[in-house]
């Protein structure tokens, strides 16, 4: 193997790896240069002082914010009135450019307008509820459930990992067992 | 009703306090090197919490609390980062630890060097490097709380230590 082959392994969370890596770089400047190195970014990356006290009240202080937030909630409302608005000044005229050729359109020379027919009835919707969401407080909400669920979802990557190794393991030890018996008998 | 409320109210408070107990200092730590600005990272731990204390009240469960809370402290830290320009370095992050007078000026200067080497490797790279050694993730937990795979945490982790070796030569 070469020092390129051997230099993520200084990193790798995989402790054979990382011996082999290591025992690789007693031997080799280039390599015990990089490892040295390696040390040194993990020492500046280290946890490297106490959290101080105003923040750890400051951390306690965000289960009072939840007043905060529902004192705000009544203005939001406001902004999702104006969101409603602006749907149905949308919807307004996608009906009036639908309409726009019938209504509006050129009539052949000596056709009498006449009202025209009323629209028919193609289905009839049912009452519609709309309702106030607190959009920032639903992101976050999302998020933090994705974020959790990325973590959830590594364990049950790592547990296939086990799983797998375990059979491989099994495996192994089967072969083992069916040569050293057929070396006994 | 009162009751059971008030009682879930202090559950979750003590959740809160729990979490910042055990993990608030590796938080701190976490944002702190991201930001690189003091300001920046306090905007970032405070908003953390205020997350945190989103979910906990909504009652979900959390198997793995400190990656759950340094992904949460990682994504206010993407958010700040879209809204913000990026700040000046911490002042303070080579002589954060108490040396011998005698060695202590040698040693900042390299504890220096490597900072400005760590701090002009690209965002998606040193992210990594901070999430692994400074938060403690594992490359599966890194590359969970980042939306990337475990073979590119790993790659990029070994391409920042060559980054590193070359400007460092």
Known sequence: MKCDDFLPWLASENSVRRALARRHARRCASCRAAASLLDDVKHQLAVDEPLPERLEEAFLSAADAKETASVSWPTMPARSGHRRELWLAALAAAVLLALAPWLFGPRRQGEVARAPDPPRELRRVSEIVIVAIDSSAEFVRLENDLAALQVRLKEVEDN???????QELGRVLADHDRVLVAAVF | VTVDVDTAD?????ELAELVDAHG?????????LCRHQQDAEDAFQETAVRAWKHLAGGRAIDNRRAWLLTIGYRVFLDQRRK????DAFDDVADARSKPPSVEAESNEEAGRVQAAINELPNE??????LHYTGGLSIQETAAAMG???GTAKS?????????????R
């Open chain 2, 25 to 33: 200092q590796a938080l701190w730590a976490l944002v702190r090197k």
């Open chain 2, 10 to 14: 202090a559950q979750r408070r003590r």
């Open chain 1, 160 to 166: 296939a990992h086990r799983l797998a190794a375990a």
């Open chain 2, 156 to 168: 990029r982790l070994a391409a920042g230590l060559n980054q590193l070796r070359r400007r460092l």
């Open chain 2, 148 to 150: 990337i795979a475990a």
């Open chain 2, 84 to 87: 913000t320009k990026p700040c």
């Open chain 2, 125 to 130: 790279v040193r992210e990594v490097f901070v």
